[in-house]
């Protein structure tokens, strides 16, 4: 079946670094994009870009850019979120999640689907 | 801020129907799909409804999905502890060129 896993929890300190991988199962995973999702603590959900898996060519949302990586190793059908610099309000679950789009007649389709179990990532001194 | 809006809460009694709303503008929801996911505690969200009214499949039909112009809902029946989660709403944002969710909306079984 589809599945997304993700590398486990990370706990950082200030100015450090994380690299988080999400690998992909169960369908060819040049095909989807891959999406970046942040969940602050008690918070909702903040989408922070896309990485085109055929190309490796990342988009970032507002907020986003700068200190957030988003690459690929194709390999083993992998996309890893790197961030550098890491400050406290980094500390949230970060989830990658499948890209889907369909075009019916002249509107495209889009969804999010399946999700990774997500990784926590805690910045703390 | 969340860019769509939904209500911080919701809540009814076993059996009961139930709506969550979604408000969104003209770039998102007025001119796209809208998604609903549901996420309960320490679990990543899963997908509920895709393009407006859309189940995937495994997810039963007494979840149901609506949008008109700018505004979308989710519509939950038979009402059953298991349905306790937040509940996201999501679309596409041809302005933020983006993925914009509501804040999410705690469903409490009574």
């Known amino acids: 079946q589809v599945q997304l896993v993700q590398s486990g929890s990370e706990l950082k300190k200030p100015g450090a670094s994380v690299k988080i991988s999400c690998k992909a199962s169960?369908?060819?995973?040049?095909?989807?994009?891959m999406n970046w999702v942040r969940q602050a603590p008690g918070q909702g959900l903040e989408w922070m870009g896309w990485?085109?898996?055929?190309?490796?060519?990342?988009t970032y949302a507002q907020g986003f850019t700068g200190r957030f990586v988003f690459s690929l190793d194709t390999s083993v059908s992998t996309a890893y979120l790197q961030i550098s610099s890491l400050k406290a309000e980094d500390t949230a679950v970060y989830y990658c999640?499948?890209?889907?789009?369909?075009?019916?007649?002249?509107?495209?389709?889009?969804?999010?689907?399946?999700w990774g179990q997500g990784t926590l990532v805690t910045v703390s001194s | 801020q969340s860019v769509l809006t939904q209500p911080p809460s919701a809540s009814g009694t076993p059996g009961q129907r139930v709506t969550i709303s979604c408000s969104g503008s003209?770039?998102?929801?007025?001119?796209?799909?809208v998604n609903w996911y549901h996420q309960l505690p320490q679990t990543a969200p899963k997908l509920l409804i895709y393009?407006?009214?859309q189940r995937p499949s495994g997810v039963p039909d007494r979840l149901s999905g609506s949008k008109s112009g700018t505004s979308a809902s989710l519509a939950i029946s038979g009402l059953q502890s298991e349905h306790e989660a937040d509940y996201y709403c999501?679309?596409?944002?041809?302005?933020?060129?983006?993925?914009?969710f509501g804040g999410g909306t705690k469903l409490t079984v009574l």
């Open positions: 003209s770039s998102n929801i007025g001119s796209n799909t």
């Open positions: 999640a499948r890209g889907l789009s369909v075009w019916v007649g002249e509107l495209e389709v889009k969804w999010l689907d399946p």
């Open positions: 990485i085109n898996t055929n190309t490796g060519n990342p």
């Open positions: 169960g369908y060819t995973f040049s095909t989807y994009t």
């Open positions: 393009s407006n009214n």
């Open positions: 999501a679309a596409w944002d041809d302005s933020l060129n983006g993925w914009v």
